[in-house]
C-alpha cells in the first residue's frame, strides 16, 4: 500500500489549535523562531539512528526516515523562499508536491545517518536566517495562492516540523 498523497491545505494552521499535535501559531514568539525550530528538530539524530527508522509502522504510514527525509527537505525549501520573501517584492514560489518528491528521491532509500546530518544543517540554516530576520512584514505566496508574511510563514513553518515530530515521537507541540 502506498501513502495517499496530502492534499489538505494547512494553511488553517494560522487560525486555530492543531487537533492532532496541538500547535497554536498565536503561541509563537517570532524572535524565537530560529530557535524553536532548533528545539522542535533536536530529536532527529536520535530518532533516525533508531534500528527501526526505516520501517513504516503502517503500510499507509511514513517511516521515521521518510518524515526525516521531508523535514529536511522542508528546512531547504523554506530556507529558499525565505530568502525570496527578504530580497524579492511579494515573491511567487514554485510549487512543491512533497509525495512527488518523496517517491522521485527515494526517502525510503536513504541513509538515516547523512539524513540526519542533512536534516540538521538545512535545519540550522534556516534557523539562523530566521534569527537575523527584521522585516517581519514582507510578503510571498504559493502557487496556489496562499499568501504570506514573513511572520506566517514562519509560523506555518513551525506546525510543519512540530508536526511531523509528533507523528515519529508522539510528543505534542
Known amino acids: 500500500m502506498t501513502i495517499t498523497p496530502d492534499t489538505k491545505d ?3 494552521i494560522l487560525e486555530r489549535r492543531c487537533p492532532e499535535c496541538g500547535y497554536l501559531s498565536q503561541n509563537v514568539d517570532r524572535d524565537r523562531v530560529g530557535d524553536l525550530l532548533r528545539a522542535t528538530t533536536a530529536h532527529w539524530p536520535a530518532t533516525l539512528s533508531e534500528p527501526t527508522a526505516r520501517e513504516r509502522p503502517r503500510p499507509d504510514k511514513w517511516s521515521v526516515l521518510e518524515y526525516g527525509c521531508h523535514v529536511r527537505d522542508v528546512g531547504r525549501l523554506f530556507r529558499q523562499r525565505l530568502d525570496l520573501m527578504l530580497t524579492e517584492d511579494d515573491p511567487a514560489f514554485a510549487n512543491w508536491n512533497q509525495d512527488e518528491t518523496a517517491i522521485e528521491d527515494a526517502y525510503d532509500q536513504q541513509d538515516p545517518a547523512v539524513v540526519a546530518d542533512e536534516l540538521t ?10 534569527d537575523k530576520v527584521t522585516e517581519w512584514d514582507r510578503t510571498g505566496r504559493r ?3 496562499a499568501r504570506f508574511t514573513v511572520d ?12 511531523h515530530r509528533y507523528d515519529v515521537t ?3 507541540a
Request: charged fraction near 20%; glycine fraction near 6%.
Open 10 to 12: 494547512w494553511t488553517w
Open 121 to 130: 544543517e538545512a535545519i540550522e540554516a534556516l534557523a539562523s536566517d530566521f
Open 143 to 145: 502557487s496556489d495562492g
Open 152 to 163: 506566517t510563514f514562519a509560523r506555518y513553518l513551525l506546525h510543519d516540523v512540530v508536526h
Open 170 to 172: 508522539g510528543q505534542p
